[in-house]
């Protein structure tokens, strides 16, 4: 089992670019999530996809966008960067919860997105 | 939204026991509480989630009582590879799949 894997490892922008990250989840998950992490701070969380949809999502910018595909796998679209979008972008994969049950999400390694 | 509460940071030795306390007082009925690692530069892990009093891994326990209003996360004989950050989140019940962490604890773990 691979686990959650993210591409690429890193990546450098200017102000302005666009930027696309992918995740594919952990086998037998559905469920993907996003997050970003500044340094020294806590994964903030940016949406989540079910069924291709947005489920939920954080207190982030429209520039946020994202997608699921019908693999599970899933985009993270940044448009019109700032230096301030600077982060470790995480994905994390979680199976559907059943009731009585959490959710346990399990983290990809994270895209380092550096916008100069 | 459920807000939790964590130590910025905690000093331990190898071998010892570390109990790190998280405060959630305004964690909803459908609320679980689970526990994450996070070594730099790395995606957190999971490593524990409970519902009410107490329940135990391979590698920790979480001690949650009756109000729920806190939980702890008990780390039995440390080791300096356990030198991480350790976040406490609430949340992620059936229909609740909404999970935020907090600014985490970093546990350091001296020889």
């Known amino acids: 089992d691979a686990g959650v894997t993210q591409s690429p490892t890193h990546l450098i922008k200017t102000r302005g670019q666009q930027v696309t990250l992918r995740c594919s989840p952990k086998s037998g998950h559905d469920t993907v999530s996003w997050y970003q992490q500044a340094l020294g701070q806590g994964p903030q969380f940016i949406f989540q996809?079910?069924?291709?949809?947005?489920?939920q999502r954080g207190n982030f910018p429209d520039r946020f966008s994202g997608h699921q595909f019908p693999n599970y796998s899933s985009e993270l679209n940044v448009n019109a960067l700032l230096l301030g979008d600077s982060a470790l972008y995480l994905c994390?994969?979680?199976?559907?919860?059943?009731?009585?049950?959490?959710?346990?999400?399990?983290f990809g390694p994270g895209t380092r997105l550096l916008v100069l | 939204l459920a807000k939790t509460t964590q130590p910025i940071s905690m000093d331990s030795y190898e071998g010892q026991e570390v109990n790190i306390t998280c405060s959630h007082n305004n964690i909803a009925t459908n609320d679980y509480i689970t526990w994450y690692q996070q070594f730099p530069s790395q995606g957190p892990r999971f490593i524990i989630q409970g519902y009410k009093t107490k329940v135990t891994n391979e590698v920790a326990s979480l001690f949650i009582p009756a109000d729920r209003k806190s939980s702890t996360l008990s780390l039995p004989r440390v080791s300096l590879s356990d030198t991480a950050v350790y976040y406490c989140?609430?949340?992620?019940?059936?229909?609740?799949?909404?999970?935020?962490f907090g600014a985490g604890t970093r546990l350091t773990v001296k020889p």
């Open positions: 989140l609430v949340g992620g019940g059936y229909n609740n799949n909404d999970m935020r």
């Open positions: 996809y079910y069924e291709e949809e947005e489920r």
């Open positions: 994390a994969s979680s199976p559907r919860i059943a009731a009585g049950a959490g959710e346990t999400q399990y």
